[in-house]
């Protein structure tokens, strides 16, 4: 296996402009999905690259993602404190 097959994606937040950065990306056909605490979806976006930025209005908080890529799914959190 290669490193890049062992590389597990990275979700970074940045309070200062709300960009939510995804690295480590698999593939072009990833998907990421952003839930509130109660389990609400409230963002999703197909990813074209192995590092995406988005920038995310959301409510300060705890916040779940996964990341679905190559048949699996990877789960995190992140928080926003405004």
């Known amino acids: 296996m290669t490193e890049a097959a062992n590389t597990q994606p990275k ?7 709300s960009i939510l950065t995804v690295t480590g990306l698999a593939n072009k056909k990833s998907t990421l999905k952003i839930f509130s605490l109660s389990g609400q979806m409230v963002y999703s976006q197909q990813c074209h690259s192995d590092m995406e930025q988005m920038p995310l209005k959301l409510n300060k908080g705890i916040y779940s993602y996964s990341i679905e890529q190559n048949g699996k799914m990877i789960n995190g959190k992140f928080e926003i404190v405004r």
């Open 11 to 17: 979700v970074y937040f940045n309070q200062s402009n």
